[in-house]
């Protein structure tokens, strides 16, 4: 019996948790848009646009910019094993779930792990990661730019500058912060950086934009090897065969490349998508919306205190556009988001491991890093807090944040 | 300096290739809906929908049946490795492009790979394929259903009883067919079967629908290892841990499953897009749309041949939704797409390999598997190859695709 249900009808979330967000409307009608032949010349011509704007995004001068087909975790996948062969050394920096991601991935690559590892809540300093990049001499050091799971924003620059020192790659994951923070990969001295578009791009998760610097790419080249079917002459590199297909970058580069080497197909709903969010945030700048977001996360974490809420982590470090809240005691914290969701229809976050059942997570980014999401999520957590027996002064979450904008606007 | 580009402002294609194709409305339209949490009850509620359609389309039993966040090939690589750990052996059907990425997949497994060769244009014997499983015992046999480098459709039902004979299991890329031709999943004997949405499903390439029989899940899940920061209690399963992190189908399918454990991000527009894909296939019945893509597929080749034209292939074997035009001598097959495109609007498709340069694939699937497309297909290649010289009898193409639909109508 054929059994095909109704048609998409769903209540409208204000989504307020770690990501995904809310989809600007632009981005949605992008996705609506008819699609094109992968090798029509309009549609390379939307490629080679869509790595102009990425180029902007990642804030570098780094050629090979695009996107990989697949969600944030592919883009950290397609780097890790692309760099990283069987026995390859890899220090990563652990401080928190996408850091032991991190370590995850490169494990199934083969690859010998050497962990530096932080508390939660704190970031890793940069001189102990010098003492282990001096002693393994690895090829890659990997760490996450801003990981929602602590909301610790990780500084980078430093570990550019080691990784140049002793010849090391540098990967670097910044899914949650990119558009959102600075996260600038030539400054960095970055050689691969990988995001996502849910978070702060304002886009659907399904497309991952990724960044390789030369020295990267040359590496990468190296272990080329072209897909029988397709190598017309031998053109395999050097170096040890990769060992993904759909994440081999040497084929998706080719793809991207004026060879337009037959790879998968790319995704066009997803293409269009990922260009539309790099087209808003460019027209917004860089810093405007930088700025969005850390008056987002300020009006958060004030509104936060202000209910007498403590704020999870080290606060000197904290990323702007994810706010980590402890539940306080006696409040069911699940209780909590549930009404939020069923009486307000705004999501907030929940935590992992172990900060789960002890934080909750709100984040304020992309299409909601502003003013009236921020002030309607605190209206909206007062009134089920209240009705949770919390007791705190009732209106001072909302004033507190209100305050916040009003200050900046003055 | 910032350049942002233009709106989305292209032509509109009508995409005769052997995909992708034009998507069809209600499906462009599902992917503009606003998202949701991946965790909110309304979106796995839509994910359970997701799957129980997709058994549906599959025309299978199977729980197992889902969508992974990538491309068709994404999925086949999320089989295979899934599947096979190094060393394992795999027998692999190889007559086309996609049986050659099916071992060069397998190889960056680390599996050892035995292949059964056949001609491009032709099928493979299914008595071949049991004597090299016979002397082999494979843990795996793979093969392509519908090759659209060569146009052919592997009779696939022999090769799920050689598989239950020998106890191996069958994988079957049906990227290419599902829900044009038949590829019932369970009839065939098949342990897994994956597609993309880019073909006869009428979607966009980005979401990989796959189907996993309960054999085949067991193998998988005694490879299962929960992500470090997930599991709670120790969860490994006593079988070599799949290479891949993105791939491990075990951690999707937890994900998939009423635990809900977190893995990627599931994409919500390609989920709104496959669930649409579904809905409008099933609304309109496999067996009509079987038979949609069989008229047209014989349109299409009544009106090459009425046109002089030879069809390339074992034409008792030919896939119905893509068809393999030799190019006839002394005419620039690249010039006539080119005109196809640029005076008409319609794009044909070019071959790959040892077909490169030798035939053109039209492809008349999905949305496309209509009588005006196809006429309008050979109304258009007409005037372009008068114009080009090549000699036939004008109008002969039309109307001999006009019979075909006007003798089924009558």
Redesign the interface.
């Known amino acids: 019996m054929?059994?095909?249900?109704g048609e998409?009808d769903?209540?409208?979330?204000l989504?307020m948790?770690p990501?995904?967000i809310?989809?600007h409307p632009r981005v949605?009608?992008?996705?609506?848009?008819?699609?094109?032949?992968?090798f029509?010349p309009?549609?390379t011509t939307?490629m080679n646009?869509t790595m102009?704007?990425y180029r902007?995004v990642f804030d570098t001068a780094n050629h090979w910019t695009f996107l990989i087909?697949?969600?944030?975790?592919?883009a950290i996948?397609a780097a890790l094993?692309s760099v990283l062969a069987p026995g390859d050394d890899v220090v990563i920096l652990n401080a928190g779930?996408f850091g032991?991601?991190l370590?995850?991935?490169a494990d199934?690559c083969g690859a010998r792990l050497h962990l530096v590892e932080g508390a939660w809540g704190t970031v890793i300093d940069p001189n102990r990661v010098e003492e282990v990049v001096k002693h393994v001499r690895p090829r890659l050091v990997a760490c996450v730019h801003g990981d929602t799971s602590t909301t610790m924003a990780q500084p980078i620059a430093a570990l550019g500058e080691i990784c140049r020192r002793y010849d090391a790659l540098l990967y670097v994951d910044a899914t949650a912060t990119l558009s959102g923070m600075a996260a600038p990969a030539d400054a960095w001295g970055a050689d691969i950086v990988t995001a996502?578009l849910?978070k702060c791009l304002g886009g659907?998760?399904?497309s991952a934009p990724i960044t390789i610097s030369d020295r990267g790419a040359e590496h990468i080249f190296s272990r080329r090897h072209v897909?029988?079917?397709?190598a017309v002459t031998s053109d395999a590199g050097a170096g040890r065969?990769?060992?993904?297909?759909?994440?081999d970058l040497a084929m998706v580069m080719d793809y991207w490349s004026e060879r337009r080497l037959?790879?998968?197909?790319?995704?066009?709903?997803?293409l269009?998508?990922a260009?539309?969010c790099?087209?808003v945030v460019?027209?917004q700048?860089l810093q405007a919306r930088f700025a969005d977001h850390a008056l987002a996360g300020k009006a958060v974490t004030a509104a936060a205190q202000a209910m007498g809420l403590e704020v999870f982590g080290d606060l000197s470090h904290k990323m702007t556009n994810v706010t980590a809240i402890h539940i306080p005691r006696g409040v069911d914290g699940d209780r909590v988001r549930a009404r939020m969701?069923t009486d307000f229809e705004i999501?907030i976050g929940t935590a992992?491991?172990q900060l789960a059942g002890k934080v909750w997570r709100i984040g304020a980014m992309g299409v909601n890093a502003r003013k009236h999401a921020v002030l309607t999520t605190f209206a909206a957590l007062e009134a089920v807090l209240r009705g949770e027996g919390y007791s705190f002064t009732a209106g001072a979450g909302v004033d507190a944040a209100l305050a916040v904008y009003q200050e900046d606007a003055a």
């Open positions: 054929t059994e095909i249900f998409l769903h209540p409208a979330r989504l948790g990501g995904p809310n989809v949605l009608r992008a996705m609506s848009v008819q699609l094109l032949g992968q029509d309009e549609f939307y646009q102009a704007l902007q087909d697949g969600t944030s975790r592919a996948e094993v779930r032991l991601l370590s995850e991935i199934r996502g849910q659907p998760s399904g897909e029988r079917g397709l065969r990769i060992g993904s297909n759909y994440f037959n790879h998968h197909t790319e995704s066009a709903p997803m269009f998508a260009r539309e790099a087209r460019l027209e700048g969701c999501e992992f491991g």
